[in-house]
C-alpha cells in the first residue's frame, strides 16, 4: 500500500527553522514527482515546492524562495523540506504528495510541477506554527 508520512513540523518563533520529512513506503520513490504543499485555515491549499523524480528539477513559490530548500534521498525513501527564516505567514498544515513520473510510455524525469491536481497520492500532514 502506497503511504507518504510527514514529520518535523512543530512551534518555532520568527526567524527560526524546521525541517521537513516525508517518508514513502510502499511504492518505488524514485520513480515519482514529490510537492510539498500547504495550507492555512480559511485558505486554498498551494504548491510550496516541487521535486522531480530525478532529483534534478525544483520548483519553489516565490515566498519562499531563497528560504525553503527541498531535497530528496530515495535511498531512504524520503523528501525534505529544510525552511529557514519562517515568517507567521508561513504557518499551515503542510502536505507532501506524489506523482508518477511514468504518464503512458513517457518518463517525465526531470518534470516538477506543483499542480495538485497532478498529484495522486498524498500524506496526512505536519502542523508548523511560526509565532513569538
Known amino acids: 500500500q502506497l503511504q507518504l508520512v510527514e514529520s518535523g513540523g512543530g512551534l518555532v518563533q520568527p526567524g527560526g527553522s524546521l525541517r521537513l520529512s516525508c517518508v514513502a513506503s510502499g511504492f518505488r520513490l524514485d520513480y515519482y514527482a514529490i510537492g510539498w504543499f500547504r495550507q492555512a485555515p480559511g485558505k486554498e491549499r498551494e504548491g510550496v515546492s516541487c521535486?522531480?523524480?530525478?532529483?534534478?528539477?525544483?520548483n519553489y513559490k516565490d515566498s519562499v524562495k531563497g528560504r525553503f530548500t527541498i531535497s530528496r534521498d530515495n535511498a531512504k525513501s524520503t523528501v525534505y523540506l529544510e525552511m529557514n527564516s519562517l515568517k507567521p505567514e508561513d504557518t499551515a498544515v503542510y502536505y507532501c504528495?506524489?506523482?508518477?513520473?511514468?504518464?503512458?510510455?513517457?518518463?517525465?524525469?526531470?518534470?516538477?510541477?506543483?499542480?495538485?491536481?497532478?498529484?495522486?497520492?498524498w500524506g496526512q500532514g505536519t502542523q508548523v506554527t511560526v509565532s513569538s
Open positions: 504528495a506524489a506523482d508518477l513520473a511514468f504518464k503512458g510510455t513517457t518518463y517525465y524525469a526531470h518534470r516538477a510541477d506543483c499542480n495538485a491536481d497532478e498529484y495522486a497520492h
Open positions: 521535486i522531480s523524480s530525478s532529483g534534478g528539477t525544483t
